[in-house]
Antibody, heavy 122, light 110 residues
């Protein structure tokens, strides 16, 4: 069974860079054939898609975050990474690592990590 | 304001049927597949419906999806107290080149 586990700092100061890693286990394909991505959820609010990446490296990002976000996938380590620069309190959220479909337009997330809360506060 | 529009809340009694709507436009629902997710507070969302109408094998057939034009509907039959959760629709939007979510609908089983 595929498992996704997020890790990274839970507390950041404004203007710092958010860096999260997601370790993929139970997947024999080394990530091939699927899009992998990040979705976040501010406390008490709805889901927000951040972006995704194909194992070959092609990426799609939310227009509202595109200038600050980078998603990468290390197939040899089976690790998905998220970097979000210049964070503010508005970036406080639970961040989920996800596996999406085989097409970038699927909007289908069939595996989710447990989520990790990142708080931005001075 | 979300690109996909859902009612903030719906409610129904145990055993009844409820529907949750999700409306969009030709750049998202009208052209691309929609997925539905269930999120019990404090847990990660779970995929209920994909490709507008398909259920993962572990999802009971009490859950169904339908589509008409630029709107989709999630149906939940034989409501159970365990169905109380937030429900989200999602689709690709070609104008934004991004996945967009509805604002979510809170289901209360009275």
């Amino acid at each position: 069974q595929l498992q996704l586990r997020e890790s990274g700092p839970g507390l950041l100061k404004p203007s710092e860079t958010l860096s999260l890693t997601c370790t993929v286990s139970g997947d024999s394909s080394s990530g091939r054939g699927y899009y992998w991505g990040w979705i976040r959820q501010p406390p008490g609010k709805g889901l927000e898609w951040i972006g995704n990446i194909y194992y070959s490296g092609s990426t799609y990002y939310s227009p509202s975050l595109k200038s600050r976000v980078t998603i990468s996938f290390d197939t040899s380590k089976k690790q998905l990474s998220l970097h979000l620069t210049s964070v503010t309190a508005a970036d406080t959220a639970v961040y989920y690592c996800v596996r999406e479909g085989i097409h970038y337009y699927d909007a289908r997330v069939d595996f989710w990590g447990q989520g990790t809360l990142v708080t931005v506060s001075s | 304001q979300s690109v996909l529009t859902q009612p903030p809340s719906v409610s129904a009694a145990p055993g009844q049927k409820v529907t949750i709507s999700c409306s969009g436009s030709t750049s998202n629902i009208g052209t691309y597949y929609v997925s539905w997710y269930q999120q019990v507070p404090g847990t990660a969302p779970k995929l209920l419906i994909h490709d507008n109408i398909k259920r993962p094998s572990e999802i009971p057939d009490r859950f169904s999806g339908s589509k008409s034009g630029t709107s989709v509907t999630l149906g939940i039959d034989g409501l159970q107290t365990g169905d109380e959760a937030d429900y989200y629709c999602a689709a690709w939007d070609s104008s934004l080149s991004a996945v967009v979510f509805g604002g979510g609908t809170k289901l209360t089983v009275l």
